[in-house]
């Protein structure tokens, strides 16, 4: 196992990787809309999807692998009422790629964040 850490996305708050390599696949934590300095994204779900989504994006990366070849994500939203906006903002980033997909409405998000991604890809 190979552990995953990049600058270009916050590092974990916790006792726990940004990503960890096994097998040929790297499993990401999940993401949610804090800078790669730490600060909380203001605004909107619409504005923290995309952050969320750039960390993603950068801990791939980081991990030899990309959006592209993202094979399962997990999407947990604080209300249920934002899916909408956070399919059409996954839509556009991933493209013609479609991943398997859970979404799931939780209670609370760590930081009381609107919502959070983790991945599941090739390296």
Do not use: W
């Not at 839509?91 to 979404?103: C, I, L, M, N, Q």
């Not at 799931?104 to 919502?115: F, G, I, R, Y």
């Amino acid at each position: 196992m190979q552990n995953v850490q990049t600058p270009n996305a916050p590092a974990a708050i916790g006792p726990y990787s940004q990503a960890m390599i096994a097998n040929g696949m790297v499993f990401t934590s999940g993401q949610i809309a804090l800078t790669p300095v730490g600060d909380m994204v203001d605004g909107d779900v619409n504005a923290q999807c995309i952050q969320v989504l750039t960390n993603l994006k950068a801990v791939l990366e980081a991990a030899g692998s990309s959006l592209d070849k993202v094979i399962k994500t997990t999407i947990f939203l604080a209300d249920m009422d934002d899916f909408a906006v956070v399919n059409t903002i996954y839509a556009e980033v991933f493209g013609d790629h479609k991943p398997a997909r859970s979404t799931v409405a939780v209670k609370t998000l760590p930081k009381n964040a609107l919502v959070e991604i983790d991945a599941i890809a090739l390296v």
